[in-house]
């Protein structure tokens, strides 16, 4: 797939929108996709007609995180997984650069509103998460299940929509949650029927595009610099190389071996189960 297919883009007046495009696979995160949402983001910014971007996802679902068949699945190492020992700064150059894609959407002068319906786990809640408004589906779920095990959100934008306690709660189980309480809990803006999710976002959409511009720049850039004020920057570096350590730690290897033999399905379905997740790799 060409970097400029993962991310489809077209204009409609003041609306700028962006789908995910890997729909047979759930919209999983390649290497291709972070950047080349990012190229979206920037041509909408370019685009002085632009006045709000839209971000949504082709098929059944928004997005279903990285592609674990490449990342978890394979077996050997991977632009995700080392050979040990390992060298962070390796990892934290690869994943720095897909949070900075995906925190795109956060910079973007432009407001940006996210809509999700089916799924937006894992990586995938991270790209919604940096939008600066969700709008879910009812029976859509999100949440980030590899904090069970094998990852950590590099994105850290859980506890800045929910405050610490609530923000622990999802991090500690890797739950996830359906759309009426991921509003309810305030991780959302708001939630609507999957029939009418098109037409909320869409009245949403239009509501901000009448705006001047310079004035919905000034309006974000104010919350944003309150963001990082509360230190964003700081927290994503080492959430991003705590997501590292999490992939390459004694557990995060014994689940890739378990993975590798089994199928990302099957280890992903044993990870999310409840039962005690192995914490050192099997001898072989």
């Not at 949402?37 to 041509?43: H, M």
């Not at 390796?90 to 432009?110: C, E, I, V, W």
Request: glycine share 8%; hydrophobic share 45%; with cysteine.
């Amino acid at each position: 797939m060409a970097d400029s297919d993962a991310v489809l883009y077209r204009r409609e007046g003041r609306v700028a929108r962006l789908t995910l495009n890997r729909p047979a696979r759930l919209n999983a995160i390649t290497l291709e996709m972070p950047p080349a949402l990012e190229a979206a983001v920037e041509r909408a910014n370019g685009d002085e007609a632009v006045h709000v971007i839209v971000l949504d996802g082709a098929g059944r679902a928004f997005c279903s995180g990285y592609d674990l068949v490449a990342f978890a699945e394979t077996p050997g190492p991977n632009s995700g997984i080392q050979e040990m020992p390992w060298e962070p700064m390796q990892d934290y150059r690869l994943m720095a650069g897909f949070t900075r894609n995906f925190m795109s959407l956060h910079r973007s002068p432009k407001p940006t509103i996210c809509r999700v319906h089916g799924y937006a786990i894992a990586g995938g809640s991270d790209i919604a998460l940096c939008c600066d408004l969700v709008v879910m589906a009812e029976d859509a779920r999100i949440g980030y299940p590899p904090a069970r095990v094998w990852g950590c959100p590099t994105t850290a934008m859980w506890v800045y929509r929910l405050g610490p306690e609530k923000a622990k709660r999802m991090l500690f189980t890797g739950d996830s949650v359906d759309g009426r309480e991921a509003a309810a809990m305030g991780l959302v803006l708001e939630t609507a029927p999957e029939a009418d999710l098109d037409a909320r976002v869409e009245a949403l959409a239009e509501r901000i595009a009448a705006v001047p511009r310079a004035q919905l720049m000034m309006q974000k850039l104010m919350v944003n610099q309150a963001l990082e004020s509360m230190g964003l920057a700081h927290t994503q570096m080492i959430a991003t190389l705590f997501d590292g350590m999490a992939r390459h730690s004694p557990a995060g290897v014994a689940w890739k071996q378990h993975a590798e033999e089994v199928g990302f399905r099957r280890a992903v379905e044993d990870r999310d189960g409840g039962a005690p997740i192995p914490e050192r790799p099997r001898d072989t």
